[in-house]
């Protein structure tokens, strides 16, 4: 098999050709600043609301809630430090979880270098968090609490509306980072309680680099980036029209297609994790039950380094992730495994497989026939692997 065997979904998607295709002409026909007044400027006016519309019409939003962004990370950005920002007065108290993304993480860090006081949830072993335990960390001082919907790591899909129900019920604002989410399980942010909710196009089949954030009506936010009157003045800057229309329309397909689409990805999961959990200490990472992500696999493979795995697969032409954070260059074990409770070498020893609507079954097959023959080949050379057989235990 040449070609490449792309496993890797929650990293990013390619972006459908139908979605390109609605992009194309806002590069070069319809060119016009939205903000002018002349009448070219009229039909790129116009496809930003209809865009809005539709973003809207998918989390059961209104059109003014939305406001485009530069991505999820951004999203992220805007939600919690405008959100602290401009409700200092209220309080420094903010709540997140141990597992989620650095987006969401990194910005919680630097709010703790201006005055702001942060509690980090612990999850269980399956990577859901505590309902009791997130009650009780609420205080007077708590003014925002942010969980993500899905984790990019391990699919655990968080008990949203019971959280967003918790966070009414105290008074608190409730934010959601949905990138894994959006586009993939069905997300209403009505019925689930939600007050601003973080994503990005390229987690279902959309552009790169545009994003959205939205925030409910009456939600007090500074601006994210200051400047002209775009987004309500909220996140200045010429749009990324090309970019909005993408995910406008990448959504719209993939909320459309949700069904049938993840009904195929859960049995393609399932006949992947099955096959995986046969080579023998081997270990699912992430939630047993239906309350995981529909392409999410994650499993720790004992005695063996998840890098080592990572390029014999990409000798094989599969790409993939592994449990290490290659982001810093140096190889720390993933905070999600960590948090579940996983020690250094099982963090090291995971690999996450996550499919799409590009994987075929045949690629899962190809994959259950090469991964055994992998796992025995890095076993063999690891000293670990050796200690064990000859202590039985470790
Ligand atoms: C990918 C991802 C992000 C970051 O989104 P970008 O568009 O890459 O900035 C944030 N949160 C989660 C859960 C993600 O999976």
């Given at each position: 098999?040449?070609?490449?065997?792309?496993?890797?979904?929650?990293?990013?998607?390619y972006t459908?050709?139908?979605?390109?295709?609605?992009?194309?002409?806002?590069f070069?026909e319809?060119?016009?600043?939205p903000?002018s007044v002349?009448?070219?400027?009229?039909?790129?006016?116009?496809?930003?609301?209809?865009?809005?519309?539709?973003?809207?019409?998918?989390?059961?939003?209104?059109?003014?809630?939305i406001?485009?962004?530069?991505?999820?990370?951004?999203?992220?950005?805007?939600?919690?430090?405008?959100?602290?920002?401009?409700?200092?007065?209220?309080?420094?108290?903010?709540?997140?979880?141990?597992?989620?993304?650095?987006?969401?993480?990194?910005?919680?860090?630097?709010?703790?270098?201006?005055?702001?006081?942060?509690?980090?949830?612990?999850?269980?072993?399956?990577?859901?968090?505590?309902?009791?335990?997130?009650?009780?960390?609420?205080?007077?001082?708590?003014?925002?609490?942010?969980?993500?919907?899905?984790?990019?790591?391990?699919?655990?899909?968080?008990?949203?509306?019971?959280?967003?129900?918790?966070?009414?019920?105290?008074?608190?604002?409730?934010?959601?980072?949905?990138?894994?989410?959006?586009?993939?399980?069905?997300?209403?942010?009505?019925e689930?309680?939600?007050?601003?909710?973080?994503?990005?196009?390229?987690k279902?089949?959309?552009?790169?680099?545009?994003?959205?954030?939205?925030?409910?009506?009456g939600i007090?936010?500074?601006?994210?980036?200051?400047?002209?009157a775009?987004?309500r003045?909220?996140?200045a800057?010429?749009?990324?029209?090309?970019g909005?229309?993408?995910?406008?329309k990448?959504?719209?397909?993939?909320?459309?297609?949700?069904?049938?689409?993840?009904?195929r990805?859960?049995?393609?999961?399932?006949?992947?994790?099955?096959?995986?959990?046969?080579?023998?200490?081997?270990k699912?990472?992430?939630?047993?039950?239906?309350?995981?992500?529909?392409?999410?696999?994650?499993?720790?493979?004992?005695?063996?380094?998840g890098?080592?795995?990572?390029?014999?697969?990409?000798?094989?032409n599969?790409?993939?992730?592994?449990?290490?954070a290659?982001?810093?260059?140096?190889?720390?074990?993933?905070?999600?495994?960590l948090?579940?409770?996983?020690n250094?070498?099982r963090?090291?020893?995971?690999?996450r497989?996550?499919?799409?609507?590009?994987n075929?079954?045949?690629?899962?097959?190809?994959?259950?026939?090469v991964?055994?023959?992998?796992?025995?080949?890095?076993?063999?050379?690891?000293p670990?692997?050796?200690d064990?057989?000859?202590?039985?235990?470790?």
């Open positions: 098999m040449q070609k490449v065997v792309y496993m890797d979904y929650a990293a990013t998607t459908k050709k139908e979605v390109l295709d609605e992009m194309i002409p806002y070069s319809h060119y016009g600043n903000s002349y009448s070219i400027s009229r039909d790129t006016r116009k496809v930003i609301d209809a865009s809005r519309d539709k973003v809207a019409k998918a989390i059961n939003a209104e059109r003014n809630e406001f485009f962004t530069g991505g999820g990370t951004e999203a992220d950005n805007f939600a919690i430090k405008g959100f602290a920002f401009a409700n200092f007065n209220k309080g420094n108290h903010i709540i997140t979880s141990k597992i989620e993304h650095h987006a969401v993480l990194h910005s919680c860090a630097y709010l703790e270098k201006h005055g702001f006081e942060v509690t980090y949830l612990d999850v269980d072993q399956e990577g859901f968090i505590n309902l009791e335990q997130l009650k009780s960390a609420i205080k007077d001082s708590t003014i925002l609490v942010s969980i993500m919907f899905a984790n990019n790591e391990i699919g655990t899909i968080q008990p949203i509306k019971e959280i967003g129900q918790i966070c009414r019920e105290k008074n608190v604002v409730f934010h959601t980072d949905a990138v894994q989410a959006v586009g993939h399980i069905p997300v209403d942010v009505k689930m309680n939600i007050d601003m909710l973080s994503l990005a196009a390229h279902f089949y959309g552009p790169k680099g545009v994003g959205a954030l939205y925030i409910r009506k007090k936010i500074d601006n994210l980036i200051h400047g002209g775009q987004e003045g909220k996140r800057g010429t749009e990324n029209i090309a909005i229309v993408g995910l406008s990448a959504l719209e397909m993939a909320v459309n297609e949700m069904d049938k689409s993840s009904r990805l859960i049995m393609l999961r399932d006949k992947l994790i099955t096959g995986l959990m046969e080579i023998p200490h081997t699912l990472n992430g939630p047993v039950s239906e309350n995981r992500l529909p392409g999410n696999v994650n499993v720790c493979f004992r005695f063996i380094e890098e080592g795995i990572l390029l014999s697969l990409d000798d094989m599969v790409c993939a992730s592994s449990g290490s290659c982001t810093s260059g140096a190889l720390d074990p993933s905070h999600v495994l948090a579940i409770g996983l250094h070498e963090a090291h020893g995971s690999l497989l996550s499919i799409g609507d590009g075929t079954e045949e690629e899962v097959d190809y994959l259950l026939s991964v055994p023959k992998i796992i025995n080949r890095l076993r063999n050379m690891s670990l692997w050796h064990f057989i000859k202590k039985g235990e470790i």
